[in-house]
């Protein structure tokens, strides 16, 4: 008995001395969510556009008569009056003079022929994910994939803090290194929207325990990723895609919280 119990105790101090020797110091990354805000409002769902256009027809019964409705209804007496003969027609003038009426078949035809633009792009039939011309009602993130141990991972574009730098400008120079001078986007502030954190694999703890990853919101503004810096896969995602994208559910979880 108590030969175990100086065994175990031997292994707890072999424990403890070796957690003691590890390192504690974390690398410090800064991540950059890229978004594509919408390019067009959203549809309107059966409720919402039944609620549009109850306010349409309350708007329109309280609203007061146009010029345009006035001058018709002149016109309508006047017409009735010449038919009466109680007014005289200076026929001259008459002939050239556009009524109400007439302006408003005119913007009748004028409106049939009117075509809305399609709410969907070629690139959303080819579902061609690298394309920010598509998915127009949506936010779409990019995804761009950077090699992480041994393994390829579609992520957030991130990497390591250099000495001397801020934060900020180390999300900047990941992004230009990773996605080219092309993508032009405006970051929103200096202080990180999320966070997240990871160790490495034991045999890899040489210096470091693990990183820390700082993430940066900021919004596209032309732009696209060029190829030449970045040869390998990267894609334009709306947040419901994201998850099947991001491998580690612990990562998609971080990331899920500074989603809107």
């Known amino acids: 008995m108590l030969r175990r119990f100086v065994q175990v105790g031997a292994r707890e101090l072999r424990r403890t001395q070796s957690t003691a020797a590890a390192p504690e110091k974390w690398d410090l990354y800064a991540g950059v969510l890229v978004e594509r805000l919408p390019v067009v409002s959203k549809?309107?769902?059966?409720?919402?556009?039944?609620?549009?256009?109850?306010?349409?027809?309350?708007e329109y019964e309280n609203?007061?008569?146009?010029?345009?409705?006035?001058?018709h209804e002149r016109e309508i007496?006047?017409?009735e009056l010449i038919k009466k003969g109680k007014?005289?027609?200076?026929?001259?003038d008459s002939g050239a003079k556009q009524t109400a009426q007439d302006?408003?078949?005119?913007?009748?035809?004028?409106l049939k022929k009117f075509q809305l633009g399609?709410?969907?792009?070629?690139?959303?039939?080819?579902?061609k994910t690298s394309s920010t011309d598509r998915c127009l009602e949506h936010t779409l993130y990019l995804l761009v994939q950077q090699k992480l141990g041994q393994q390829e991972h579609l992520l957030l574009p991130q990497g390591k803090r250099q000495e001397g730098e801020t934060m900020r400008?180390?999300?900047?120079?990941?992004?230009?290194?990773?996605?080219?001078?092309?993508?032009?986007?405006l970051f929103y502030g200096n202080a990180p929207v999320g966070f997240h954190k990871y160790k490495y694999p034991v045999n890899?703890?040489?210096?470091?325990?693990?990183?820390?990853?700082f993430f940066y919101r900021a919004s596209l503004r032309s732009g696209q990723v060029a190829a030449e810096n970045h040869q390998a896969k990267f894609e334009w995602l709306p947040k419901e895609a994201l998850n099947g994208k991001l491998s580690n559910a612990a990562y998609a979880d971080s990331v899920n919280k500074f989603l809107l």
């Not at 302006?103 to 004028?110: H, Q």
């Not at 290194?177 to 986007?185: K, S, Y």
């Not at 890899?204 to 990853?213: C, D, L, P």
């Open 63 to 71: 609203s007061l008569k146009s010029d345009h409705e006035l001058k």
């Open 87 to 92: 007014v005289q027609v200076d026929l001259e």
């Open 77 to 79: 007496v006047q017409a």
């Open 204 to 213: 890899q703890r040489t210096e470091s325990i693990g990183a820390k990853v």
């Open 103 to 110: 302006l408003k078949d005119a913007y009748v035809e004028e």
């Open 43 to 58: 549809s309107l769902n059966p409720l919402e556009k039944q609620f549009q256009d109850m306010l349409w027809r309350v």
């Open 118 to 127: 399609s709410r969907t792009t070629p690139d959303d039939q080819a579902n």
């Open 169 to 185: 400008q180390t999300a900047e120079r990941v992004l230009r290194e990773q996605c080219g001078q092309d993508l032009q986007v």
